[in-house]
């Protein structure tokens, strides 16, 4: 966000807390109070970097209360766990056609409050990421400015299908709830303890340490998972030796239970 910010030349503040800690809604109004300056606060729902899940309930409260607009980055999010956007606060939402939905990655969308949106004309200081300029287009013709995505499109279609299928946002976020319970109770069994407590450990994406006396590189451990059909990430927290497991996409618990057999066969023969 504060290289977007920084390239489009706007005047910004940033509040950081570390990896393992979620932005305080009272800290926000403490900034909002001092900076009056502030027209707008944006931040990330689901942090795939350590898969902290930001409580952006909290934060919306505070920043309607200032009223200030208020952006959420939902790409990791949306459609796996329920977001009462109006509830919330929330005047624009943004998210991707593959994460929780499911498709293909291929574009973004926003679910914006029409007022502000119509506010926004001829201030984007992009032409190809001028949101005005695009809803105007598709209200006139329902195209896009440019080349469409059609492929993309059509995954998108049939992966809300599929969500619907399912049976909705509870259903969904219920398996990925149950996918990422099940990889940290197994885990923990092996000695593998997650980076995040579970007050805050979403369900998109979880964060673990390395074992400790661990004597193996991370290539090794993803190359050994990657030859027997499944894929994990590397670590993203620079203080920590970590590596990362997706609960989301087409992922059930027999999943689970195979890549941490994987895992526990991996360790067993590093250990002999």
Known sequence: MTDIAGHAGLKFAVYREHYDQIPRAKRVKEILEQDPEITHVAMVHSETTSGILNDIEAVGKVVKAAGKVFIVDAMSSFGGMEIPVKDWGIDFIISSANKCIQGVPGFSFIIARKDLLKVSEGKARSLSLDLYDQWKTMEADGKWRFTSPTHVVLAFAKAMEELEEEGGIPARHQRYADNNRLLIEKMKEMGIRPYIDAEHQGPIITTFFYPEHADFSFQEMYDYIKERGYAIYPGKVTEADTFRIGNI?????????????????FLEERNR
């Open 249 to 265: 996409g087409e992922i059930y618990r027999e999943d689970i239970e195979k890549l941490c057999s994987l895992m526990k066969d």
